[in-house]
């Protein structure tokens, strides 16, 4: 059965890191591309970042860029997200997903973590 | 503000049919990209419901349909049922942004 866990979230004060981890499970991992998508209180969703499933590309939304940053092992079938200069804005819960594909702009998330959730306070 | 945009809420009765309407531009939807729909109750794991327009992946019921024309896509949902009382989001790809975009998600109640 596929599964993502994603965990690695918690308390944390403005400006500090954190490192998320999404471990993968049943099926192909290095042949896919992964995401980390977010949704903070009371918001929709926002996508952070993609990585190919060679790990060779990387995207980030604008408004992580520079903050955050994205890698995977394919031999362990876990993706990260270095999280660094942490602001109170970047309070939400933290989900991975897989692509159907292997990035491409038009692939759908077919599989989703269940989240983990980053607070950003003081 | 969303790339996409998504009525906040839509209402129907048990058995009736709802559409949700997701409006983007020639940056996403009208640049020919993909739409894909995505059934999200907060605090649990998102589920893909429509990819690639109107493709359902197997175990989506097909009360569940998509739809695409220019710069717009909509999710229809026939008789309508309790547990179909969540929210959704559309999503795309921005070639503006050069990112994948959402939208700001469509709470649906069954009265």
């Known amino acids: 059965q596929v599964h993502l866990v994603d965990s690695g979230g918690g308390v944390v004060q403005p400006g500090r890191s954190l490192r998320l981890s999404c471990a993968a499970s049943?099926?192909?991992?290095?042949?896919?591309?992964m995401h980390w998508v977010r949704q903070a209180p009371d918001k929709g969703l926002e996508w952070v970042a993609l990585?190919?499933?060679?790990?060779?590309?990387?995207f980030y939304a604008d408004s992580v860029k520079g903050r955050f940053t994205i890698s995977r092992d394919n031999s362990k079938n876990t993706v990260f997200l270095q999280m660094n200069s942490l602001r109170a804005d970047d309070t939400a819960v933290y989900h991975c997903?897989?692509?159907?594909?292997?990035?491409?702009?038009?692939?759908?998330?077919?599989?989703w973590g269940r989240g983990t959730m980053v607070t950003v306070s003081s | 503000q969303s790339v996409l945009t998504q009525p906040p809420s839509v209402s129907g009765a048990p058995g009736q049919r709802v559409t949700i309407s997701c409006t983007g531009s020639?940056?996403?939807?009208?640049?020919?990209?993909?739409v894909h729909w995505y059934q999200h109750l907060p605090g649990t794991t998102p589920k893909l419901l429509i990819f690639?327009?109107?493709n359902r992946p197997s175990g989506v019921p097909d009360r569940f349909s998509g739809s695409k024309s220019g710069i717009s896509a909509s999710l229809a949902i026939s008789g309508l049922q309790a547990e179909d009382e969540t929210d959704y989001y559309c999503?795309?790809?921005?070639?503006?942004?050069?990112?994948?975009?959402f939208g700001g998600g469509t709470k649906l109640i069954v009265l």
């Open positions: 999503q795309s790809y921005d070639s503006s942004l050069s990112g994948w975009v």
């Open positions: 990585i190919w499933s060679d790990g060779t590309s990387k």
């Open positions: 997903a897989k692509t159907l594909g292997g990035g491409n702009p038009g692939d759908a998330f077919d599989i």
């Open positions: 020639y940056f996403n939807i009208g640049a020919g990209y993909d």
């Open positions: 690639g327009n109107s």
């Open positions: 049943g099926f192909t991992f290095s042949r896919y591309g």
